[in-house]
Structures are given as C-alpha cells and as structure tokens.
C-alpha cells in the first residue's frame, strides 16, 4: 500500500460520524453494599421521613436516577432507611423510614434528618434502587469528610454525596436498565 493510499484511507474514516464511538456515558454502576440487619418491607410511601419532635438538623437529599447511558429512569423505585438521631433503628415501625418514585426526568428528593453515628458505622444513609423492570441496587449513601468515615470498614469514597452545605447532599444513582 502506498502512502498516498494509506492517507485516502485514513482521511475518508475520519470523516465517518462517531456518534457511536463517543458514546456518553454515565460511569460505573453505582457501587452495591449490603443492606444491613434492619431492612423492613412495605414501607410508606412518602418524600418526607422526619418526625415531629425531632431536634436533629434537616437534611435533603436529591439527585437522579440514570441509566449507564445517561438517559433518566422515569419510575424507579427508591426505598431509604436510616438511624434516628440517636443511631437506633425503628424495627417496630417506620421512623426514618419511606420509599418514593422518581419523576418523568429520573428526579428524586429525600427531605429527612442528619442520622447520628453509631458504634463501628460512619453516618450512613440506606437505599434500595430499582428501574422498573430492573434489578434491586442496594447500596448506602456516606457523608464527605465525616470523621467516622475512616473507621468504617464499608465506606466508599465514590458513596459519598456532594454536600452543598450540610444540610443538602447530592446523589445520582447510575442502575443497570
């Protein structure tokens, strides 16, 4: 093959679309982590979980439910649990406790409180996310720079939400559908 030729070939592919080739990405499937002792089904729905009484600071917590290819899961079922602000767990009821859907853009928000930390854990959220039809990711979400997170044999940097100001995090979930 001669160079001119080779040069033809190599100028006519890079003319070719690359749409496929730059195909965005949303990364890695959001990291799986087991789901504790303290899981309960049938769990209310509602956005809401904080209880009234409670002297814990307010927490939000939103993002987006994404397929690996960016695109937002409408539906996908997101059950959250937590500690209360003394890092017990309600195994009677459903303090702390709800699922809710995400939007028609893959939106959800979580309006709860800072659950406290409690021996051997880091300050820990728990979460169960499923597009519809898809696989359950169970997974847990961590607070940055929080000084428990070092003992904590199951934190996970890349499980640590964006936090605005320590009352808003940011997550988005990346599933398998």
């Given at each position: 093959?001669?160079?001119?030729?080779?040069?033809?070939?190599?100028?006519?592919?890079?003319?070719?679309?690359?749409?496929?080739?730059?195909?965005?990405?949303?990364?890695?499937?959001?990291?799986?982590?087991?789901?504790?002792?303290?899981?309960?089904?049938?769990?209310?729905?509602?956005?809401?979980?904080?209880?009234?009484?409670?002297?814990?600071?307010?927490?939000?917590?939103?993002?987006?439910?994404?397929?690996?290819?960016?695109?937002?899961?409408?539906?996908?079922?997101?059950?959250?649990?937590?500690?209360?602000?003394?890092?017990?767990?309600?195994?009677?009821?459903?303090?702390?406790?709800?699922?809710?859907?995400?939007?028609?853009?893959?939106?959800?928000?979580?309006?709860?409180?800072?659950?406290?930390?409690?021996p051997g854990r880091a300050r820990h959220i728990h979460v169960k996310v499923q597009a519809p039809g898809g696989r359950?990711?169970?997974?847990?979400?961590?607070?940055?720079?929080?000084?428990?997170?070092?003992?904590?044999?199951?934190?996970?940097?890349?499980?640590?939400?964006?936090?605005?100001?320590?009352?808003?995090?940011?997550?988005?979930?990346v599933v398998g559908a």
């Amino acid at each position: 093959m001669t160079l001119l030729t080779r040069r033809r070939i190599l100028m006519a592919g890079a003319l070719l679309p690359v749409s496929n080739v730059l195909a965005q990405t949303c990364g890695p499937i959001t990291p799986r982590q087991t789901e504790g002792p303290f899981f309960k089904t049938n769990t209310p729905q509602r956005i809401a979980l904080s209880e009234p009484g409670s002297k814990a600071p307010r927490l939000v917590v939103a993002g987006t439910v994404l397929t690996r290819d960016c695109k937002p899961v409408k539906g996908a079922l997101l059950d959250f649990w937590h500690a209360d602000e003394n890092g017990d767990y309600d195994n009677r009821g459903y303090r702390y406790r709800g699922h809710q859907f995400s939007d028609a853009e893959g939106r959800y928000r979580l309006e709860t409180i800072l659950p406290a930390v409690y021996p051997g854990r880091a300050r820990h959220i728990h979460v169960k996310v499923q597009a519809p039809g898809g696989r359950v990711l169970t997974t847990q979400l961590y607070f940055p720079n929080d000084g428990s997170n070092p003992r904590d044999s199951l934190f996970q940097p890349e499980l640590a939400m964006k936090m605005a100001d320590p009352g808003r995090g940011a997550f988005d979930f990346v599933v398998g559908a």
